[in-house]
C-alpha cells in the first residue's frame, strides 16, 4: 500500500492531523493498534478545546454527543475553593474518552483517510529520503506501507526512535472507575494531600473515575504476583485519605486498579523533513492542568501545516521545522508556569519531598511567570500623552501560520509576550509598530492607523499594546 502520509496511532492527535490533512487533499493512511471504543483515562476538557473543535468541525457533534458539561470545579488546594469560569465563558465537558476519540477517527475517515483498525505497526524503516516502509499486521495478514512522509502519534511508546527528555519529578497515575458512586454533581475534584494529589470526574455513563499521583517509588519493587495487590492496597489507603474522593470506597471499582506514568517529558526533537510526533509522542505534560487532550489536538492541527509546507512548499521546509520546534517549547513553558503555581503553593505549606520536588522543577518557569505578572494593571493613556515604543520591543523575522502553511514574517517580541505575535485581529502588526520609534500624541496615532481599520479596532490594539508596556509614555 502506497500513500502520501503514513499516521501512527489514530489518538487526538493523530485522529486530527489525519481529518485536516485529507480535508487539504493529502492521501493519509492512518494504522490504530486498538478496536474503538477503548476505555482511556483523562476525560476532563476545558473550555479551551471549543475552538480546536471548531477548527476541526466537529464542535456540533461533539456538543450532540451528550457528554457532561460542568461549570464548576471543586478544588482542595492549600485551602478549599471552589472555582466557577468567568460568566461569559462556555462551560468544556467530561466524556467518554472512547466515544470522544471514535468521533474524531471517524472524522477522518468520512474526510477521506484510510483507516487500518486494529492493526499493528512494526517500527519504520526509511529506505531513503521520503521513502518509509512500514511493516503492518491487519486482518490476521502482514502488508507494508510505503509512505513518503511518517506522523508518529503512537503516544509515550514512540515507533519512531529519538531521545526524550524528562522535565517533571517522576509521577505515577493510579485509576479505576467506581460505578455506583455515591459522589454527586458533574464538578471536576481535585485535592491535594500530604505527599500525593487527587483527580476525579463523573463520566456520561454514571460511573466516576477517581484517580490519585503518587511519585513511583511509593509503590516499591516486587514480583509480578504481589505488584497488584500493592497497587490495589495503596490506592484504597490513599483514598481514604482524601475528603473529596473517599465517597468511592462505599461501592467496588469496575475492574482492577490501574497504573500509568503520568511523567511529563518531550521528545528532543519533534520533527525531520520527512518525520514528525504528534500528540504525546513529541510532548506530554503535567497532569494537573488537564489539557492533554487540548494539547495533543493542536499539535496534530499546527503539524498539519508544517507537513503541507514540507511537502507542497519546501522553500519554506527550514521555516516549518522551526515553527514546530518553538511551538513545543513554548507549550513546555507555559504548562511548567501553570504547574509552578500550584506546586509552589503546597510547597510553602507542605514542605515534604513530593511537592518540594515538583515545585523545584519549575522554579524556572514561575520566575518568568512572576516577572510578567508583576506588571500588574496600568492606568489608561490620556488622548494627548506622547507614546514610544520600548526598547525591549523588536521585529524580529519568525515563522508563522496562516492557514494550512508556514510562512516567514516579521513577528513582535517583547519580555511580556510568551511567543512573538505577527497579528493581532488580523492585522499586521510590524508596519504600525515601525511608525512609533519616535514619540507621538496617543490621539495621533490612533488617527492614522484609522486609516487602515475601524477607529475601534485602532484602540484595541493600542490599548493592548499599552497594558503589555509595549508602548509608555515619554513623559515625565
Not at 477517527?105 to 521520503?130: D, F
Request: positive net charge; hydrophobic residues 40%; glycine residues 8%.
Amino acid at each position: 500500500m502506497n500513500c502520501e502520509v503514513c499516521v501512527l496511532g489514530g489518538g487526538p492527535a493523530g485522529a486530527a492531523f489525519a481529518l485536516r490533512l485529507a480535508q487539504i487533499g493529502h492521501q493519509v493512511v492512518v494504522v490504530e493498534k486498538h478496536p474503538f471504543p477503548r476505555p482511556h483515562i483523562g476525560e476532563s476538557l476545558p473550555p479551551g478545546i471549543l475552538p480546536l473543535l471548531q477548527t476541526l468541525g466537529l464542535r456540533l457533534k461533539i456538543e450532540s454527543a451528550g457528554f457532561l458539561r460542568p461549570r464548576r470545579a471543586i478544588i482542595r488546594w492549600g485551602e478549599e475553593r471552589q472555582r466557577d469560569p468567568a460568566s461569559w465563558q462556555e462551560p468544556g465537558f467530561q466524556v467518554d474518552r472512547g466515544l470522544f476519540d471514535q468521533i474524531l477517527l471517524q472524522a477522518a475517515a468520512q474526510a477521506g483517510a484510510t483507516i487500518l483498525q486494529p492493526a499493528q505497526a512494526g517500527c519504520p524503516t526509511r529506505n531513503g529520503p521520503a521513502d518509509w516502509r512500514i511493516p503492518v499486521r491487519h486482518n490476521g495478514s502482514r502488508r507494508e506501507i510505503r509512505s513518503r512522509f511518517i506522523a508518529d502519534a503512537s503516544g509515550r511508546r514512540a515507533l519512531l526512535r529519538g531521545r526524550n527528555v524528562r522535565y517533571s519529578a517522576p509521577t505515577l497515575a493510579m485509576y479505576a472507575y467506581w460505578p455506583q458512586s455515591p459522589l454527586c454533581g458533574l464538578e471536576t475534584r481535585v485535592e491535594a494531600g500530604r505527599s500525593q494529589w487527587y483527580w476525579g470526574a463523573p463520566l456520561p455513563d454514571g460511573s466516576f473515575n477517581a484517580t490519585v499521583f503518587i511519585d513511583p517509588r511509593r509503590l516499591g519493587r516486587s514480583n509480578c504476583a504481589k505488584a497488584q495487590s500493592r497497587l490495589e492496597d495503596l490506592y484504597r489507603r490513599l483514598l481514604r485519605s482524601s475528603t473529596l474522593l473517599e465517597g468511592c470506597l462505599e461501592g467496588e471499582p469496575m475492574g482492577a486498579v490501574t497504573a500509568c506514568d503520568a511523567t511529563s517529558y518531550h521528545a528532543a526533537d519533534p520533527v525531520g523533513q520527512d518525520w514528525i510526533k504528534l500528540g504525546e509522542t513529541s510532548l506530554s505534560i503535567d497532569p494537573l492542568s488537564s489539557q492533554g487532550v487540548q494539547s495533543a489536538i493542536r499539535s496534530g492541527i499546527q503539524g498539519v501545516a508544517v507537513v503541507n509546507t514540507l511537502i507542497r512548499y519546501p522553500e519554506n521546509g527550514q521555516t516549518a521545522l522551526e515553527f514546530y520546534r518553538q511551538r513545543q517549547q513554548e507549550t513546555i513553558r507555559r504548562h511548567r508556569a501553570l504547574s509552578a503555581q500550584f506546586y509552589g503553593e503546597m510547597a510553602q505549606v507542605s514542605p515534604g519531598p513530593f511537592w518540594q520536588a515538583r515545585a523545584k522543577s519549575s522554579t524556572a518557569a514561575s520566575a518568568t511567570t512572576q516577572v510578567r505578572a508583576s506588571r500588574g494593571l496600568r492606568r489608561a493613556f490620556r488622548p494627548e500623552e506622547k507614546l514610544m515604543l520600548s526598547a525591549d520591543a523588536k521585529i524580529l523575522q519568525t515563522p508563522v501560520m496562516e492557514g494550512n502553511r508556514i510562512v516567514p514574517r516579521r513577528a513582535l517580541t517583547h519580555p511580556s509576550l510568551d511567543r512573538p505575535v505577527a497579528f493581532l485581529g488580523g492585522i499586521d502588526l510590524a508596519p504600525l509598530l515601525e511608525g512609533l520609534g519616535n514619540a507621538q500624541a496617543a490621539c495621533r496615532i490612533l488617527d492614522r492607523w484609522s486609516l487602515q481599520m475601524s477607529p475601534e479596532k485602532a484602540l484595541r490594539i493600542l490599548l493592548w499594546l499599552w497594558e503589555k508596556a509595549i508602548v509608555s509614555s515619554v513623559e515625565r
